[in-house]
């Protein structure tokens, strides 16, 4: 110690430069981070329009004798809806042979070849190395797989299941296809680091789902498929999050378990007792076999590829068992949207933006006075019964079974406000306090906050404020055609610049802020 001592003594000059430089490349560093996340969530809320297709499984000689275990194989292969992660489906890619892109907030994960070649596949692999992948999620060189590989749930597949699985993959056409490296930033990429998030969250979990003896056989069959093939709650229960909610670490929180959550822009609705506890099993299986929402309506986007792919092939009885079991779960509700735009913002983020700021489903898109003018017109009235009741693929409260109706009803307001321009026919709507007028010097704070991770590093040439000659096209087309676009999104701008908290308010003092850097002759702070 006192050595320590005396050589810091004689050298404190030297230490000092040195720690000044080791916390200012760790600044360094924590900035590149930052954007890296900010585009990568970017780019995850803006993902690439691709043609629906829908690929096939494959087809198995099961005339020998294991013809029976392979059939069994396949059946938990779709219970698992493993042909959707494990098929490159948005270029086509062969059935189970890998290479899809997940999008995280660290970097991208492509999914392995699981089909029997020897190479490139799983063909190599001893059952004891299956079963150790699929339910600890540790690979046969012992690399811990990242958790967008659902084994916390598949831990609970029985032996049973497991064995057959197996046998089926092995019994599929082998395709030779490379699997693609990940690109996870620095220190996401270190696979051992994520020890510190098993232990938070995976262990000690016991394998293999065990029934419960006061419950009937059919809850418990219903239990073992959607708490474990099924994995429904990576969709439908909230996850733990990384300083903010856009970065889910991919754990559920158990309090919460299938009481709906946001998932890549789109809400996975409630379905735990609250608000499926007095629905019909039968009007609940016919969500999965006919893409009937409950209350009306057509089942679109990501459930409907589930529906597709593994819930419409399960047989009747497992189906209500399924219902069973999740109208029996009785779970906490999750906290409330908060939102600085004002009442219904925060409610329209959560529950109404994955269908309203695309248009899917043909929902009338959020910001479209065109879309809004003819329904404005039946009255607001009509508006909140619609909006509550639900009417075509709107589900009873946008699938909100934890709203009040005066949320549903100012979400309503705010988006009529927002097609009206905050005036005109959503006269009926309750009176809202009018926001303190946002000034261009607000814009600023908002864009530093929000924008300038892809303006300020041009990324996919964003224009850069104070930039004339960039903005010079977009100084053209006028101010209201640039806040529209901001908006609904453009070419490679995101909807709201992936902002989803943002105001409308808010995102129009931004881009004042931006056009008013980068011209000399105009002034924006009377929009």
């Not at 059952?127 to 749930?153: D, M, N």
């Not at 979400?411 to 009018?434: H, K, L, Q, R, W």
């Not at 040439?461 to 004339?468: L, Y």
């Amino acid at each position: 110690m006192n050595a320590l001592k005396s050589f810091l003594c004689r050298h404190k000059k030297q230490v000092i430069i040195i720690l000044i430089l080791l916390a200012l490349i760790l600044f360094s560093y924590l900035i590149y981070l930052t954007k890296t996340i900010s585009a990568n969530l970017a780019l995850m809320a803006n993902p690439p329009e691709t043609t629906p297709y829908y690929p096939e499984y494959p087809k198995v000689d099961t005339s020998g004798p294991d013809g029976a275990l392979i059939q069994k194989g396949e059946y938990v292969a779709k219970m698992g809806d493993c042909i959707a992660c494990h098929t490159d489906t948005p270029n086509k890619g062969p059935t189970f042979a890998g290479g899809l892109a997940m999008p995280t907030p660290f970097g991208t994960i492509y999914t392995h070849n699981i089909t029997p070649d020897q190479k490139t596949g799983i063909g190599s692999w001893s059952e004891a190395e299956f079963v150790k992948a699929v339910r600890h999620g540790i690979s046969p060189t012992h690399q811990y797989y990242y958790p967008a590989f659902p084994f916390i749930f598949f831990n609970q597949l029985t032996d049973e299941d497991l064995h057959a699985l197996k046998v089926y993959l092995d019994a599929i056409p082998a395709v030779s296809q490379e699997n693609k490296a990940n690109t996870m930033v620095f220190p996401f990429n270190i696979r051992f680091m994520q020890l510190g998030w098993r232990l938070m969250f995976f262990h000690p979990k016991p394998a293999g789902y065990v029934n419960d003896p006061a419950q009937t056989p059919e809850w418990n069959r219903g239990a073992y498929i959607v708490e474990g093939p099924g994995h429904c709650a990576m969709c439908h229960t909230p996850s733990y999050v990384l300083l903010s909610d856009k970065i889910p670490l991919g754990a559920p929180i158990h309090k919460y378990n299938l009481a709906g959550s946001n998932v890549s822009g789109a809400y996975a609705p409630n379905i735990s007792k609250s608000a499926l506890g007095t629905v019909d099993n039968a009007k609940i299986t016919r969500v999965f076999t006919h893409n009937e929402l409950i209350g009306g309506g057509t089942v679109v986007g990501g459930m409907a590829e589930v529906n597709r792919d593994s819930l419409h092939y399960l047989t009747p009885e497992d189906l209500n068992s399924i219902a069973t079991y999740i109208k029996s779960v009785d779970s906490q509700t999750p906290p409330k949207p908060k939102s600085s735009g004002g009442p219904g913002a925060g409610t329209y983020g959560t529950y109404c933006a994955g269908c309203h700021a695309t248009g899917a489903g043909g929902a009338p898109k959020f910001g479209d006075a065109a879309a809004w003018d003819p329904l404005i017109a039946q009255g607001m009235p009509t508006l909140y019964n619609n909006a509550i009741k639900g009417l075509n693929a709107m589900p009873p409260k946008g699938s909100c079974a934890s709203c009040t109706d005066q949320e549903i009803k100012d979400a309503v307001d705010y988006m009529t406000n927002a097609a009206e321009g905050n005036s005109g026919a959503a006269t009926a709507a309750p009176a809202i306090p009018a926001p303190k007028p946002l000034t261009i010097a607000d814009g600023k704070a908002i864009y530093t906050d929000n924008c300038a991770v892809c303006h300020n590093s041009g990324f996919k040439n964003a224009p850069k404020p104070g930039d004339m000659n960039a903005f010079k096209p977009i100084i053209a087309q006028g101010f209201e055609k640039t806040f529209l676009q901001t908006v609904n999104g453009h070419g490679d701008h995101p909807a709201r610049g992936a902002c989803d908290s943002c105001s409308d308010a808010e995102l129009k003092a931004a881009v004042q802020y931006m056009m008013q850097s980068s011209t000399n002759d105009q002034n924006y702070s009377l929009w």
